[in-house]
């Protein structure tokens, strides 16, 4: 039988969070929900959504034309 108290194996909807952070301080790294749901894929629509930004953002700077300057 499965012990599902073990967070190796147990599917409770926290305990992918409580291996992921036994993985980190393994790795001597600190974990966060937010790193864990970015690498989970749970927030691959956000993570979509700043790349798309990010890249608009950098289209618009090559677009935007330089100012003319005055000679006095």
């Not at 992921?20 to 790193?35: F, H, P, R």
């Not at 953002?57 to 090559?62: S, W």
Request: net charge negative.
């Amino acid at each position: 039988m499965t012990n599902f108290t073990d967070s190796k194996n147990a599917t409770h909807h926290w305990y992918p969070f409580l291996k992921y952070q036994e993985e980190c301080e393994a790795a001597g790294k600190e974990a966060s929900v937010n790193d864990w749901m970015r690498a989970s894929g749970q927030l691959q629509n956000r993570i979509d959504f700043e790349e798309a930004k990010k890249a608009a953002e950098a289209e618009a700077l090559k677009a935007k034309p330089e100012a003319p300057k005055k000679e006095a």
